[in-house]
């Protein structure tokens, strides 16, 4: 797609406008670090960066069907692992008290 279309040009052709920012992004994307940081950045001496803990709860699973794969004695040659999601519900945690009255 175009990038001018998602600015809400019309047009069906590539403009020069359109290559600009499609060479734009693709500059920026290389210069990404394995974090997701641009280069100049993370280079950068007077930056201070930390590290944020996630679990990211769908390659969590992921990496537990391969670990199971890998030490089951079945060999499937073309499998195709896919994580698809359960259950959307978020449960807040329990406010009722359970020690006893009194």
């Known amino acids: 797609m175009r990038p001018m279309k998602y600015l809400g040009a019309t047009g069906k052709r590539w403009t020069g406008r359109d290559r600009a920012l499609a060479e734009g992004l693709e500059e920026y994307e290389a210069s990404l670090n394995p974090v997701g940081i641009p280069s100049w950045i993370a280079r950068d001496p007077s930056r201070r960066f930390t590290v944020d803990e996630n679990v990211d709860r769908a390659m969590a699973v992921y990496e537990e069907a391969q ?31 359970t020690a006893p009255a009194g």
């Open 67 to 97: 670990e199971g794969i890998r030490k089951s004695d079945v060999d499937t040659p073309g499998l195709i692992l896919a994580v698809l999601e359960v259950s959307s519900e978020v449960t807040a945690p329990s406010t009722t008290s």
